[in-house]
């Protein structure tokens, strides 16, 4: 299968395909920290290095390439932080509004820094960017919530994480001084000319 954008989804509806995709499932970690990985800017980056690319840019995905990829297993407190991440992202991606598109986009961003920190945690570190440690008591939502209250923990969550004094704002801003992440993100790639 080739696809143009690098993005995998979730799905609990039991969705049929009207083309060819593959379904990835793991008895080894949960699933949502899964999606997170494979989803992220680093993942993205390395499979350009390592997997198969079409001449038109285009990835090639399947078995054999997405089994390359560096999935860290970790621990289930780190697993439970990911899935309410995930969670947010999923609502707010099915939320009838574009009044979560921010809130989306950022809770993306931060995954993003976790993901950098699983694999680059000592120079995060190093640099006093890192973020796990302030996303320890984030508000899960669950199946039973309504939509509303949801929505509701999740523009709370939001405000918070996103205020200008939060050190994960902070962090994830200055976490492209680190020069391994400005690698991934690309901006350093017209430094030369």
């Not at 008895?27 to 499979?47: D, G, R």
């Not at 921010?102 to 809770?107: D, G, L, R």
């Not at 993306?108 to 699983?118: H, P, T």
């Not at 796990?132 to 669950?142: C, F, G, S």
């Amino acid at each position: 299968m080739t696809a143009d954008k690098w993005a995998f989804a979730y799905d609990d509806k039991k969705h049929y395909l009207p083309s060819n995709g593959y379904i990835l499932t793991s008895t080894e970690m949960p699933i949502k920290y899964l999606l997170a990985l494979l989803n992220s800017k680093l993942m993205e980056f390395y499979f350009g290095f390592e997997g198969i690319m079409t001449a038109g840019g285009a990835f090639t995905l399947k078995h054999e390439t997405i089994s390359i990829l560096p999935i860290k297993l970790k621990s289930g407190k780190l697993y439970s932080t990911f899935a309410v991440l995930v969670n947010y992202v999923l609502s707010c991606k099915g939320a009838k509004s574009s009044n979560y598109d921010v809130p989306f986009s950022y809770f993306e961003q931060i995954i993003d820094g976790m993901v950098f920190e699983l694999y680059f945690e000592e120079e995060l570190k190093e640099a006093g960017r890192d973020v796990l440690k302030y996303l320890t008591d984030l508000k899960p939502i669950t199946d039973d919530m309504s939509d509303e209250q949801k929505l509701e923990i999740i523009e709370s969550e939001f405000n918070r994480l996103y205020d200008k004094d939060h050190p994960v704002r902070n962090n994830l801003f200055y976490m492209d001084s680190i020069p391994e992440i400005r690698i991934i993100k690309g901006l350093d790639k017209d430094a030369d000319k």
